[in-house]
């Protein structure tokens, strides 16, 4: 599945309420909605002007909603998933792989550190809705430099 409009995205994201990676995590951890929220909330704080880093952290978890499909784990659905609408470096970030000169590993280990953190039941980490203008701006310059290519 290819996402190709923020309103995909955002039903995709929307569809992680109530969602769990693993059934016995629903205990202890958050749902994969808050935890999407929760992380991308941690890497603004961390790196309020790099949009890309904090989209990447909010959109991680969809590959577990996702139907199965093409080979590879939740992360790779999601990286293919969001690559079309989001661009290669979101995409990359999102399966975790670096790409030498353009992402740092202090961007792979900023969304590592934020992913285990943004676990915590109670951390009011704002409304899916907050982040609609940043998806729409990451993906006008995804489009903007798909164009120039």
């Keep these: 599945?290819?996402?190709?409009?923020?309103?995909?995205?955002?039903?995709?994201?929307?569809?992680?309420?109530?969602?769990w990676p693993e059934p016995g995590l629903r205990r202890?951890?958050?749902?994969?909605?808050?935890?999407?929220?929760?992380?991308?909330?941690?890497?603004r704080r961390v790196r309020p002007a790099d949009k890309e880093l904090q989209v990447a952290g909010l959109v991680h978890p969809v590959?577990?909603?996702?139907?199965?499909?093409?080979?590879g784990g939740p992360a790779d659905r999601a990286a293919a998933a969001v690559r079309p609408l989001l661009g290669d470096r979101v995409?990359?970030?999102v399966r975790r792989l670096p790409r030498p000169g353009t992402d740092s590993d202090d961007d792979l280990l900023?969304?590592?550190?934020?992913d285990e953190e943004?676990?915590?039941?109670?951390f009011d980490a704002g409304?899916?809705?907050?982040?609609?203008?940043?998806?729409?701006?990451?993906a006008a310059r995804n489009t903007r430099?798909?164009?120039?290519?």
């Design 1 to 19: 599945m290819e996402l190709r409009s923020v309103e995909e995205l955002m039903d995709l994201l929307n569809a992680c309420r109530g969602a």
């Design 110 to 114: 900023r969304l590592r550190q934020a």
């Design 28 to 43: 202890t951890r958050v749902d994969l909605h808050d935890h999407a929220l929760q992380t991308a909330a941690l890497l």
């Design 63 to 71: 590959g577990h909603v996702l139907p199965p499909g093409a080979p």
């Design 127 to 138: 409304v899916l809705e907050d982040w609609r203008t940043v998806l729409e701006l990451v």
């Design 145 to 149: 430099l798909r164009a120039v290519d």
């Design 118 to 122: 943004g676990r915590a039941p109670g």
């Design 91 to 93: 995409s990359r970030l």
